[in-house]
């Protein structure tokens, strides 16, 4: 009740303060302290001795061995051992990840942490007959699906297995199904007739798949020429179909009425 009676009015209670300097024979300290420090003289005078002799043997020309560590003197923490600390800390916190969230990264994923922002992009050249080998039908091969040319490794995918909603991307490619959304009409490289918004769209998937952290490029896919005077393929969306089935035949139309005109123009 100390701090009642310095409330009150009365003195503070008097500190504690150990005199560590000032030790009695009659402590128990006192021995320990003094059989620790004759240890340490006898371990020094005997190092010191054996380090003599060593001296001495050098001075005769001898061969000698490495001088031993003083073993009472006091050992430093190096760089090496610093080095060895972190490691174990870095092992340890990795363990720890993959115990508790069944990642060694503790589900951090960053840009800098990812293999394939280390390797240089480019990567083996495909045909559309060897890209389709790779579709997922056969257990030992991965799963890569190409867009815009550009061939990506996404086995890591459930959905690109067999049996997955998007397993019908997988050995092929088709940056127009990217773009309109008609992934049984347009997985072809043809990109005529697209508007801003589907390309954009196109686009969007490309960066998606460059920056995922579970696919990454392998390469590229050869794509064969498109023939200018090809119609390119109708949209799967019943409005959009008929418009552009309108067109066509406008377009088609208006050639045929041309060289009437032209005709009529010479007469």
Known sequence: MSWFKEAAGGGPPPSFK????????????HSCYAEYRQRQEKLHEEWLEKKKARDEKIARGEKVGPLERDPTAVEEVGVLG?????????????????FVTNSYT???????????????????????????????????KPIYIA??????????????????????????????????GCFKEHMTHDKRGLNQEERDG?????????????????GKVALPPIDPKSDPPL????????????????????????PVA?????L
Not at 203 to 217: L, P
Request: glycine letters at 8%.
């Open 18 to 29: 150990e005199e560590q300097d000032k030790l009695t024979e009659d402590d128990p300290r």
């Open 82 to 98: 610093l080095l060895k600390f972190l490691l174990v800390v870095v092992v340890v916190t990795a363990l720890a990840g993959k």
């Open 106 to 140: 503790w589900d951090y994923e960053a840009r800098w942490m990812q293999l394939k922002s280390w390797v240089p992009e480019g990567g083996r050249l495909f045909s559309p007959e060897f890209l389709a080998t790779y579709n997922g039908e056969d257990p030992g």
């Open 147 to 180: 867009i815009d040319g550009d061939v990506y490794d996404v086995t890591k995918g459930a959905a690109y297995q067999k049996g997955g909603s998007y397993h019908i991307l997988a050995g092929k490619e088709g940056a127009r199904a990217f773009g309109t």
């Open 202 to 218: 196109i686009e969007h998937w490309k960066k998606f798949y460059h920056d995922h952290k579970n696919y990454w490029k392998v």
């Open 235 to 258: 949209h799967c969306d019943p409005k959009r179909k008929a418009e552009e089935l309108a067109a066509r035949e406008k377009k088609k139309a208006a050639e045929v009425q041309r």
């Open 262 to 266: 032209a005709q009529h123009e010479e």
